[in-house]
């Protein structure tokens, strides 16, 4: 982890397989539709995504997939789980101190939470995820470091 | 708003030369009229690139100014003049073409050559210091002889030339003929020419002024040179160097020194460059070029905001960049290019939009100065300055600080109330749309939906409640069915409003039904008020209106609700399409049910309402319509009325928030819907009471479902919120989800009370008639009627056309045609009377068959105080297997009993059949007969069965033997016949005889051979000891040649013998010839006889072996009897 302070993400979603979310946080919290609204339209992007990749390759996918879209203000960036459960992450534009690897390692941070949180038994796959730890790891993340 | 994000036509347009023709009448002359109609007309893209104005002659063009020779005092009062681009498109032409009527051979040459140089003379002057080209052409009559033979003609152009003072190049000759139009295109081609010199000139003029130039006054004028000579580049369609110096341009541009006071002027000007640079790359197909210099645009500027208090011009500004921007990228995809679906217009637009959504919202909160304009004159000539970008009350003025500050006040002020007029939403609006079409086209429907939900808060801003209702109602759906509530929650509250502003009753019903539902966001206390206003809605009341709304809407709205509320009002609401508070579960109590007991089906409903609530009626359809009145259930009390003791029993409609209540339901199925189903069609609800004025049906296709898909409805359990704790699961809940729904249930005949038995003895026979005896008992209570059987074999589907078999019922008979099925009409069957009936099967292959017996009635049942007429089936089924009775072997012997492999002709042989029995069952045989083929006869004269009457157990055998002899034929193989047995099974019951049967073999097909001569031995059947034994040879010639025959007898040790030893004698064709010996035998016992050998002398050694198989080789010699005397 950069030791640098940098501004934290703003949003982090977990979409489930079926595009219904599972678990979205999103700092500041007043203006909380219009998050759901960027993660919700950056499914397109998501979707279409997962779609050409299936057609043309055969080896392992990245799960990773990049900028989405930029829009003005914000970066939306996009991973799916082999069982095709989407993160997504919105960053300030103006947020320039993260590279391409810090968000990966972001990513990959937030899928080893989430596999954590799976592994409770008494969470069912497809419910909301209540879990205190998993949303102290994500809120963790998005803050300062 | 268009002093700030205008972009003046002159500016979007393509530059093109302009190009000025005079001397053409094209009112009174029909020549000069074609002309001009041919160099105006189908200016298509393969023409050049040219603008044509016909002018008088004495058209006074622009002035030019007067060159400064120095810039060292000069301050320069703005970027660019507002009028400078146009001049250059529409007023200051190029070239200027002089037409003139004049043939070579004019007879009045001389003055018409100086009409034509003053005409020419006249365009010089007043295009007085202006570099444009001046042509000449001579509109003729004739058409030209080719260069250089007519000389009259170069002899007076020449002069011509001379005289109006131009060179041999501008001279043109346009000869009025049929082929205009290309002498038009190669005129327009040579004007194309001049006009790119002059521009090319221009361009120079304007660049050779930047020696005089320094950095600290002259900044905007660097600006400005660049954009002239890139504009006159680009009017000389140099793109490319037009291209750089727009570019060097924009450089400029940002190394300007920015203030409030220029911000204005910089940004208008920066736009149009970066207008003009993302043009031109989309032209050059470097799109990526555009969209990195748009986005350098962007950045650079999105942040200097210039004046606060006008901060929504930055924002209209912005949202103009974007949408030129987008309009920019659209015109190029459709000349070709491919955008992606991360980029393309959508997101200018989008952007666009984006931005005038801020602008709207600045205005807002800046635009506040009530009262009147305080300067009514500050604002004058707005739209008519002299340099782009500036303030009308202080053109020119280049320093920082304004130079009056009340002015600038009061055009501030005077700015912002022209603002406050502008009607933001159908700015907003059209961006949006364009942006939704694009995204469409780009495979984003999500980010599709989001603009048309903002597209439909537009619309609601712009007081159009109607048509955001319209737009919201598409898009829930899908939010809806992605189960993205929060952002359904937000949708709906807005559609709320907009339902209640125009008072549609429906929409606002189902749109507070799912607001109040469980899944949605909205706080208790808003999921309270909410009930209440369908309370009170159903119950013919004015609902309160929503929080937030504007006074007089919500006046007006007022009334609206009174008129729709003075007339009756009953609706249907479909509920597959809604997440609403109320969830209902059909189902059937089993999967099948008889045709005489009830069909049992219980609904239940949950209401995740806070408040509890009744509902007026409740009924189940049907997929058989005339089953749909008998569950009904109706509550008459009002929709808010508590609960009373007296509704223990149930049926009531008064549903408690949370707690799922079922409701049974019973019928009795009709006759017709027996072996089909019964199928929930729907289920519906009725709120309200339609005598009450306001009635809402609320109808759940099939066993209920809602929009969020019942299946998944566990998933969607609790509402997103990151701090929410997952609700503990009560026993209500358990009930609920424990509650299975089912659609359908299967109505089946009733059983049926009777007995039948079938009795058989299997397995069957094959060819037989195989009979079945069937006992019917009537088992019921009452009399059954219409009483039927019906046999059928039940794989005949399988072997339509040879099925194998055949049925016949009461009579073993079979008349050559398989029967499959029968029926029959049996008479009524009075309670516990029995009827036995039988019927026959034949089967004509072995294997196994099953055989179907049903029989129907009808049958009168009384269920409850119904009285119903049943109809009964009752089935039963054989499986048979059919083996053979019998296995007949045949074997052919010689008389000798030898087996043989060939037929001697005219030989007699022996035919053996043997029937072995295999079946389980004894048989009886009557008789047996052969049909032999015509080559083969009996010895005998008619062949008479040896095993008549004989009866068989199994692995019995009966054998027979026949005497055969077959004719002399050509064939050299032949089929003896069939052999055919007349049977059937013993029974021990004399009068129930089963008919005969008769099974048919195949005999063998044999050889046959062609012997020619054969011979018998006549011998008696024994001798005696010492004892003469007269023995006579037979030798006959079957041939009908004469042959020659030697035969030689062997010496025996137990026989003496007189005759021919050795002898040689011939035989005639087809007779006998006769040889005897008598043999005088001397022991006792089966003994050899002597050999006789017979050779045919023409064919030797050939017929001696087959001669021998003909001869006995053995008799028997008694010995001398002990003089006992045996019986006669």
Redesign the interface.
Same mark, same amino acid.
């Given at each position: 982890m950069a030791s640098t302070a940098h501004p934290m993400a703003v949003c982090v979603a977990v979409i489930a397989k079926e595009n219904y979310p599972l678990f979205i946080i999103t700092i500041p919290t007043e203006n909380e539709l219009k998050f759901y609204y960027t993660v919700h339209t950056s499914l397109d992007v998501v979707e279409e995504k997962i779609s050409s990749i299936g057609k043309n390759t055969t080896e392992a996918r990245e799960l990773y997939l990049g900028l989405l879209y930029p829009t003005e203000d914000y970066k939306v960036y996009g991973y799916v789980t082999n069982t095709k459960v989407k993160f997504v992450l919105v960053l300030e534009s103006t947020n320039t101190t993260l590279r391409d690897n810090d968000i990966r390692t972001m990513f990959k941070k937030l899928h080893n939470a989430y596999v954590d949180m799976l592994c409770n038994p008494f969470y069912t796959p497809g419910e909301n995820i209540t879990s205190r730890n998993f949303e102290n790891i994500v809120t963790a993340m998005m803050q300062q470091d | 708003m268009s002093w700030a994000n205008e972009l003046p036509a002159e500016l979007l347009c393509r530059p093109t030369g302009l190009v000025v023709l005079t001397g053409l009448d094209i009112t009174y002359n029909a020549i000069h009229k074609s002309i001009w109609d041919s160099f105006c007309n189908n200016r298509r893209s393969d023409r050049v690139p040219l603008k044509f104005n016909v002018m008088e002659a004495d058209h006074v063009y622009p002035k030019s100014k007067s060159k400064r020779t120095s810039y060292q005092w000069y301050i320069p009062k703005g970027i660019l003049k507002r009028s400078w681009m146009k001049k250059h498109l529409n007023e200051v032409p190029a070239v200027v073409v002089v037409f003139f009527d004049l043939d070579w051979d004019e007879s009045l040459w001389k003055e018409k050559q100086m009409e034509c140089a003053t005409r020419v003379e006249i365009v010089r002057n007043s295009l007085q210091g202006q570099g444009t080209k001046v042509s000449v052409v001579l509109i003729q009559k004739n058409t030209p002889l080719p260069p250089g033979e007519d000389l009259i003609a170069s002899e007076r152009a020449a002069s011509l030339c001379s005289m109006c003072d131009i060179s041999a190049k501008s001279l043109y000759v346009l000869p009025h003929t049929d082929h205009l139009i290309g002498y038009t295109i190669r005129l327009e081609n040579a004007f194309y020419e001049q006009s790119q010199s002059y521009y090319h000139t221009e361009a120079r003029k304007v660049k050779s002024h930047k020696d005089f130039l320094n950095k600290t006054t002259h900044q905007l004028l660097y600006v400005r040179h660049q954009f002239k000579i890139a504009f006159f580049n680009e009017l000389k369609q140099d793109t490319h160097t037009s291209l750089k110096h727009y570019k060097q341009a924009y450089g400029y541009m940002l190394d300007l020194r920015m203030y409030d006071t220029n911000m204005l002027e910089i940004k208008t000007m920066a736009g149009f460059l970066n207008y003009k640079l993302c043009r031109l790359s989309f032209q050059h197909n470097t799109p990526l070029d555009a969209i990195a210099q748009f986005r350098k645009h %962007?950045d650079f500027f @999105?942040s200097r905001t210039g004046t606060p208090e006008l901060a929504f011009e930055n924002s209209a500004w912005m949202s103009k960049q974007f949408q030129v921007f987008g309009d920019l990228f659209d015109e190029a995809i459709k000349l070709g290019l491919t955008a992606l !679906? #991360?980029q393309h217009p959508g997101?200018y637009y989008q !952007?666009a939009a984006?931005h005038s959504i801020t602008r709207k919202q600045l205005c807002q909160a800046l635009c506040t100065h009530t009262g009147d304009l305080p300067q009514n004159t500050v604002l004058d000539g707005l739209d008519n300055l002299e340099y782009f970008g500036q303030r009308p009350w202080r053109q020119g003025h280049q320093s920082i600080d304004p130079p009056d500050a009340q002015k600038e006040r009061d055009g501030i002020i005077a700015l912002q109330i022209r603002e406050k007029q502008e009607d933001h939403c159908w700015i907003i609006i059209p961006l949006l749309s364009s942006a939704v079409a694009q995204f469409k086209k780009y @495979?984003?429907? &999500? =980010?599709k939906r989001?603009l048309m +939900?903002q597209m439909g808060e537009e619309y609601f801003h712009a007081k159009d409640y109607g048509k955001a209702l319209m737009l919201l109602n598409k898009v829930m759906w899908d939010y809806r069915t992605? &189960?993205?509530s929060? %952002?359904l929650t937000?949708i709906l509250n807005l559609s709320l409003k907009c339902a209640y502003l125009t008072a549609r009753i429906q929409d606002y019903i189902s749109t507070c039904m799912e607001l109040i539902g469980q899944y949605s966001q909205c706080s208790i206390e808003d999921k309270s008020r909410i009930e209440k206003n369908i309370f009170k809605v159903m119950s013919n009341e004015l609902p309160d209106p929503e929080p937030g709304l504007e006074q007089t809407a919500v006046e007006s709205a007022k009334t609206q609700w009174l008129t729709a509320k003075s007339s009756p009002n009953l609706f249907t609401i479909e509920m597959s399409t809604l997440v609403s508070f109320i969830e209902c579960k059909a189902r059937f109590i089993g999967e099948t049910t008889s045709a005489d007991s009830k069909v049992k089906l219980e609904v239940c409903l949950r209401v995740s309402c806070p408040q509890p609530i009744r509902f007026s009626k409740l009924s189940v359809l049907f997929n058989n319509q005339i089953h749909n009145s008998k569950c009904e259930m109706s509550d008459g009390r009002g929709i808010t009325a508590a609960s009373s003791p007296l509704e223990a029993d149930g049926a009531d409609l008064y549903l408690l928030p949370g707690k799922p209540r079922t409701y049974s339901f019973s019928f009795l199925p009709s006759a017709e819907d027996v072996g089909r189903q019964i199928e929930i069609s729907s289920v519906a609800l009725e709120l309200g009471n339609s005598d009450n004025g306001c009635c809402a049906v609320l109808r759940w296709v099939g066993t209920g479902a809602d929009a969020s898909g019942t299946t998944?409805n566990t =998933?969607? @359990? !609790?509402p %997103?919120t990151?701090?929410? +704790? #997952?609700p503990v699961k009560t026993t209500d809940t358990e009930k609920w989800l424990q509650f299975k729904t089912n659609p359908i249930i299967k109505v089946v005949s009733r059983q049926a009370k009777l007995d039948m038995t079938l009795i058989h003895q299997a397995p069957s026979l094959l060819n037989e008639f195989y009979q079945v005896q069937i006992v019917i008992q009537n088992k019921e209570d009452s009399k059954i009627t219409d009483v039927s059987l019906y046999i059928a074999l039940q794989n005949e589907q399988e072997y339509p056309q040879d099925p194998g078999a055949h049925i016949s019922i009461d009579k073993a008979s079979f008349n050559g045609k398989m029967q499959v099925n029968e029926e029959l009409v049996l008479p009524d069957l009075e309670p516990g009377q029995k009827l036995e009936k039988c019927f026959f099967m034949k089967c004509f292959q072995p294997g196994a068959r099953s055989i179907l017996t049903k029989v129907k009635y009808t049958v009168s049942v009384t269920v409850g105080i119904q009285s119903l007429t049943c109809y009964c089936i009752k089935e039963e089924s054989i499986n048979l297997t059919t083996v053979s009775p019998f296995d007949v072997s045949i074997n052919l012997q010689s008389m000798k009993f030898e087996p043989m492999e060939a037929l001697h002709a005219e030989e007699p042989f022996l035919l053996n059949p043997e029937i072995s029995c295999s079946s389980p069952w004894p048989i009886e045989l009557k008789t047996s007969e052969v049909q032999l083929s015509e080559y083969i006869k009996t010895l005998s004269e008619k062949h008479e069965s040896q095993i008549v009457g004989v009866n068989l157990k199994k692995s019995e055998c009966a054998a027979e033997c026949l005497c055969l002899v077959s004719l002399a034929t050509i064939q050299p193989s032949v089929s003896l016949g069939t052999y055919t047995v007349h049977w059937r099974r013993k029974t021990d019951d004399k009068n129930k005889g089963l008919p005969f049967v008769s099974t048919s073999f195949p005999l063998p097909t044999v050889n046959i051979e062609h012997i020619p001569i054969s011979v018998g031995l006549k011998l008696p059947a024994y001798g005696s000891v010492k004892t003469l034994l007269p023995t006579c040879y037979v030798v006959k010639n079957r041939t009908p040649y004469i042959q020659e025959i030697e035969v030689n007898m062997d010496a025996s040790d137990n026989f003496m013998f007189a005759g021919n030893k050795h002898t040689h004698f011939r035989v005639l064709p087809g007779t006998d010839y006769i040889l005897k010996y008598n043999l005088f035998p001397l022991v006792a016992g089966h003994l050899a006889l002597p050999k006789l050998h017979v050779n045919m002398v023409r064919y030797p050694n050939t017929m001696d072996e087959i001669i021998q198989k003909m001869l006995p080789t053995h008799i028997f010699i008694r010995p001398i009897g002990k003089s006992i005397i045996l019986p006669a």
């Amino acid at each position: 982890m950069a030791s640098t302070a940098h501004p934290m993400a703003v949003c982090v979603a977990v979409i489930a397989k079926e595009n219904y979310p599972l678990f979205i946080i999103t700092i500041p919290t007043e203006n909380e539709l219009k998050f759901y609204y960027t993660v919700h339209t950056s499914l397109d992007v998501v979707e279409e995504k997962i779609s050409s990749i299936g057609k043309n390759t055969t080896e392992a996918r990245e799960l990773y997939l990049g900028l989405l879209y930029p829009t003005e203000d914000y970066k939306v960036y996009g991973y799916v789980t082999n069982t095709k459960v989407k993160f997504v992450l919105v960053l300030e534009s103006t947020n320039t101190t993260l590279r391409d690897n810090d968000i990966r390692t972001m990513f990959k941070k937030l899928h080893n939470a989430y596999v954590d949180m799976l592994c409770n038994p008494f969470y069912t796959p497809g419910e909301n995820i209540t879990s205190r730890n998993f949303e102290n790891i994500v809120t963790a993340m998005m803050q300062q470091d | 708003m268009s002093w700030a994000n205008e972009l003046p036509a002159e500016l979007l347009c393509r530059p093109t030369g302009l190009v000025v023709l005079t001397g053409l009448d094209i009112t009174y002359n029909a020549i000069h009229k074609s002309i001009w109609d041919s160099f105006c007309n189908n200016r298509r893209s393969d023409r050049v690139p040219l603008k044509f104005n016909v002018m008088e002659a004495d058209h006074v063009y622009p002035k030019s100014k007067s060159k400064r020779t120095s810039y060292q005092w000069y301050i320069p009062k703005g970027i660019l003049k507002r009028s400078w681009m146009k001049k250059h498109l529409n007023e200051v032409p190029a070239v200027v073409v002089v037409f003139f009527d004049l043939d070579w051979d004019e007879s009045l040459w001389k003055e018409k050559q100086m009409e034509c140089a003053t005409r020419v003379e006249i365009v010089r002057n007043s295009l007085q210091g202006q570099g444009t080209k001046v042509s000449v052409v001579l509109i003729q009559k004739n058409t030209p002889l080719p260069p250089g033979e007519d000389l009259i003609a170069s002899e007076r152009a020449a002069s011509l030339c001379s005289m109006c003072d131009i060179s041999a190049k501008s001279l043109y000759v346009l000869p009025h003929t049929d082929h205009l139009i290309g002498y038009t295109i190669r005129l327009e081609n040579a004007f194309y020419e001049q006009s790119q010199s002059y521009y090319h000139t221009e361009a120079r003029k304007v660049k050779s002024h930047k020696d005089f130039l320094n950095k600290t006054t002259h900044q905007l004028l660097y600006v400005r040179h660049q954009f002239k000579i890139a504009f006159f580049n680009e009017l000389k369609q140099d793109t490319h160097t037009s291209l750089k110096h727009y570019k060097q341009a924009y450089g400029y541009m940002l190394d300007l020194r920015m203030y409030d006071t220029n911000m204005l002027e910089i940004k208008t000007m920066a736009g149009f460059l970066n207008y003009k640079l993302c043009r031109l790359s989309f032209q050059h197909n470097t799109p990526l070029d555009a969209i990195a210099q748009f986005r350098k645009h %962007i950045d650079f500027f @999105k942040s200097r905001t210039g004046t606060p208090e006008l901060a929504f011009e930055n924002s209209a500004w912005m949202s103009k960049q974007f949408q030129v921007f987008g309009d920019l990228f659209d015109e190029a995809i459709k000349l070709g290019l491919t955008a992606l !679906q #991360t980029q393309h217009p959508g997101f200018y637009y989008q !952007q666009a939009a984006n931005h005038s959504i801020t602008r709207k919202q600045l205005c807002q909160a800046l635009c506040t100065h009530t009262g009147d304009l305080p300067q009514n004159t500050v604002l004058d000539g707005l739209d008519n300055l002299e340099y782009f970008g500036q303030r009308p009350w202080r053109q020119g003025h280049q320093s920082i600080d304004p130079p009056d500050a009340q002015k600038e006040r009061d055009g501030i002020i005077a700015l912002q109330i022209r603002e406050k007029q502008e009607d933001h939403c159908w700015i907003i609006i059209p961006l949006l749309s364009s942006a939704v079409a694009q995204f469409k086209k780009y @495979k984003s429907p &999500r =980010m599709k939906r989001h603009l048309m +939900v903002q597209m439909g808060e537009e619309y609601f801003h712009a007081k159009d409640y109607g048509k955001a209702l319209m737009l919201l109602n598409k898009v829930m759906w899908d939010y809806r069915t992605e &189960r993205w509530s929060p %952002i359904l929650t937000s949708i709906l509250n807005l559609s709320l409003k907009c339902a209640y502003l125009t008072a549609r009753i429906q929409d606002y019903i189902s749109t507070c039904m799912e607001l109040i539902g469980q899944y949605s966001q909205c706080s208790i206390e808003d999921k309270s008020r909410i009930e209440k206003n369908i309370f009170k809605v159903m119950s013919n009341e004015l609902p309160d209106p929503e929080p937030g709304l504007e006074q007089t809407a919500v006046e007006s709205a007022k009334t609206q609700w009174l008129t729709a509320k003075s007339s009756p009002n009953l609706f249907t609401i479909e509920m597959s399409t809604l997440v609403s508070f109320i969830e209902c579960k059909a189902r059937f109590i089993g999967e099948t049910t008889s045709a005489d007991s009830k069909v049992k089906l219980e609904v239940c409903l949950r209401v995740s309402c806070p408040q509890p609530i009744r509902f007026s009626k409740l009924s189940v359809l049907f997929n058989n319509q005339i089953h749909n009145s008998k569950c009904e259930m109706s509550d008459g009390r009002g929709i808010t009325a508590a609960s009373s003791p007296l509704e223990a029993d149930g049926a009531d409609l008064y549903l408690l928030p949370g707690k799922p209540r079922t409701y049974s339901f019973s019928f009795l199925p009709s006759a017709e819907d027996v072996g089909r189903q019964i199928e929930i069609s729907s289920v519906a609800l009725e709120l309200g009471n339609s005598d009450n004025g306001c009635c809402a049906v609320l109808r759940w296709v099939g066993t209920g479902a809602d929009a969020s898909g019942t299946t998944s409805n566990t =998933m969607f @359990k !609790q509402p %997103i919120t990151p701090f929410s +704790v #997952t609700p503990v699961k009560t026993t209500d809940t358990e009930k609920w989800l424990q509650f299975k729904t089912n659609p359908i249930i299967k109505v089946v005949s009733r059983q049926a009370k009777l007995d039948m038995t079938l009795i058989h003895q299997a397995p069957s026979l094959l060819n037989e008639f195989y009979q079945v005896q069937i006992v019917i008992q009537n088992k019921e209570d009452s009399k059954i009627t219409d009483v039927s059987l019906y046999i059928a074999l039940q794989n005949e589907q399988e072997y339509p056309q040879d099925p194998g078999a055949h049925i016949s019922i009461d009579k073993a008979s079979f008349n050559g045609k398989m029967q499959v099925n029968e029926e029959l009409v049996l008479p009524d069957l009075e309670p516990g009377q029995k009827l036995e009936k039988c019927f026959f099967m034949k089967c004509f292959q072995p294997g196994a068959r099953s055989i179907l017996t049903k029989v129907k009635y009808t049958v009168s049942v009384t269920v409850g105080i119904q009285s119903l007429t049943c109809y009964c089936i009752k089935e039963e089924s054989i499986n048979l297997t059919t083996v053979s009775p019998f296995d007949v072997s045949i074997n052919l012997q010689s008389m000798k009993f030898e087996p043989m492999e060939a037929l001697h002709a005219e030989e007699p042989f022996l035919l053996n059949p043997e029937i072995s029995c295999s079946s389980p069952w004894p048989i009886e045989l009557k008789t047996s007969e052969v049909q032999l083929s015509e080559y083969i006869k009996t010895l005998s004269e008619k062949h008479e069965s040896q095993i008549v009457g004989v009866n068989l157990k199994k692995s019995e055998c009966a054998a027979e033997c026949l005497c055969l002899v077959s004719l002399a034929t050509i064939q050299p193989s032949v089929s003896l016949g069939t052999y055919t047995v007349h049977w059937r099974r013993k029974t021990d019951d004399k009068n129930k005889g089963l008919p005969f049967v008769s099974t048919s073999f195949p005999l063998p097909t044999v050889n046959i051979e062609h012997i020619p001569i054969s011979v018998g031995l006549k011998l008696p059947a024994y001798g005696s000891v010492k004892t003469l034994l007269p023995t006579c040879y037979v030798v006959k010639n079957r041939t009908p040649y004469i042959q020659e025959i030697e035969v030689n007898m062997d010496a025996s040790d137990n026989f003496m013998f007189a005759g021919n030893k050795h002898t040689h004698f011939r035989v005639l064709p087809g007779t006998d010839y006769i040889l005897k010996y008598n043999l005088f035998p001397l022991v006792a016992g089966h003994l050899a006889l002597p050999k006789l050998h017979v050779n045919m002398v023409r064919y030797p050694n050939t017929m001696d072996e087959i001669i021998q198989k003909m001869l006995p080789t053995h008799i028997f010699i008694r010995p001398i009897g002990k003089s006992i005397i045996l019986p006669a």
